[in-house]
């Protein structure tokens, strides 16, 4: 066993309070992991104020974990002490059925086990990377490019492969007009990812406020859905809308925008069910579909990607004392756009 501080909340919505917990000795496949940065995720925030239901509290978040190998298990062949190492959020599966085998464990049959505010296959709840330290399986464990820092990394591993895998999943390539929904956490990477991919991308955000960067991104097009003429002027325009929102939205009115077969992919996820006309899709032969994170092999393709592309978050670092300040500040859509916490000052 071994002892780390972390960050955890009481209660939904409890502030954060710095705490000891134990994580369990080394199995053979285990790796010890010492967090440098972890970054902070929209489903922190809907976990920690249990928007979604089921929270189990006390609750330690934290699902995008940039590290060093700190020990390893006496089975472990994939890393060594000191490498430079991430973990995203699933920490377990049951590594047999047809999803595990195929590299998709975020599916897999058994349950997949979330890095936190979840049970482990012993029973034990899961405690996130808001944290020192963290024990992982090596198979859940994926390796940081060298070119890129740790501070940046971390977002990668949540943010990062749930908008890369998406777009590689409904062939966002050249040819194709590509809408990115939402401009936060996970929608300034999507477009850099889009671009990267070929796409033609244009990114949907409520106010023109954020239109410089999306160009610096790699956008092509940039329109405000406050303004009316938006929908009139892009309807039937795409063949995929990511959407990264993390509020319900007016689904027809987005579904409008796509062309005939086109599909309105949903990343965010608010906790209240979303509402649309079946006509919506009738008309257009549309399809509305969802996207959870990504496997572990296509999360080390991510960051590879990532990588050679010179793909990073723009993020803001901060101290572990300012992750409730963080918090009200993600809700007013002020970030830009992802907070990191430097583990060194927990
Ligand atoms: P974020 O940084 O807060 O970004 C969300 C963006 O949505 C905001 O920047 C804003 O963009 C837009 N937005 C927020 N409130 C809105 C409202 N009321 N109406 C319209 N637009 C609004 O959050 P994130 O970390 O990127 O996460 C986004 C969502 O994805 C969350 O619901 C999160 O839980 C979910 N998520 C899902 C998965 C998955 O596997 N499916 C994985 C990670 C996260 P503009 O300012 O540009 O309008
Ligand atoms: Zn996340």
Redesign the pocket.
Known sequence: MCNTHVLSVSSAKAPFEKKTIERRELRPDDILIDIKYSGI???DI?SAHDEWGGGIFPMVPGHEIAGVVAAVGSEVTKFVVGDRVGVG?FVDSCGECEYCLSGEEQFCMKGVVSTYNALDYDGQPTYGGYSQKIVVTERFVVRIPDVLSMDVASPLL??GI?TYSPLKHWNASPGKKVAIL??????HLAIQYAHALGAEVTVL???MN?KNEAMEFGADHYFA?SDPNTFNELAGRFDLILN????N?DVDAYLSLLRIDGTLV?????GKPDQYNVFSLIMGRRSIA????GGIRETQEMLDFSAQHGIVPKIEVIRADQVDEAYER?LQ?D?R??FVIDISTL
């Open positions: 995720c929209h489903s809907h959020c949540c943010a749930t939402g401009m936060g956490g996970l929608g955000s409520r106010s954020k859905t990264t929102v993390s509020a939205l949903n990343v965010g996820a608010p969802g996207s959870l994170v993600v859509s970030v756009y992802r």
